[in-house]
């Protein structure tokens, strides 16, 4: 089992950067991909990006690549969503996930409460 605490939320003007943070605990909890997806009010969750456990592979959805970076420190069993060039539409809450391989699905072995993310015009 593995449990995902996300940290870093909250508010910031268009064009503004947050850093959101995953710290992840349980057995083997270093040994999963780990990701971010997120979800606007009215609307599906979506993917956001993703990272294999031993980092050296990443992936990004089309509307945030370029703007979101991801990476992870697997001495602190965390991982972190660097975004920058904020824009409205990035509003949504975003989830961490844990997978045993690294997916761009729904279909995600754990996933963590969630935190806002706001950015206003």
């Known amino acids: 089992q593995v449990q995902l605490a996300e940290t870093g939320g909250g508010l910031v003007q268009a064009g503004g950067s947050l850093r959101l943070s995953c710290a992840a605990s349980?057995?083997?909890?270093?040994?999963?991909?780990m990701g971010w997806f997120r979800q606007a009010p009215g609307k599906e969750r979506e993917f956001v990006s993703a990272?294999?456990?031993?980092?050296?592979?990443?992936r990004y959805a089309d509307a945030v690549r370029a703007r979101f970076f991801i990476s992870r420190d697997n001495a602190k069993n965390t991982v972190y969503l660097q975004m920058n060039s904020l824009k409205p539409e990035d509003t949504a809450v975003y989830y961490c996930?844990?997978?045993?391989?690294?997916?761009?699905?729904?279909?995600?072995?754990?996933w963590g409460q969630g935190t806002q993310v706001t950015v206003f015009a």
């Open positions: 990272i294999t456990f031993g980092g050296g592979v990443t």
């Open positions: 996930v844990a997978d045993s391989k690294m997916t761009v699905t729904k279909n995600q072995d754990y």
């Open positions: 349980g057995r083997n909890a270093n040994t999963y991909a």
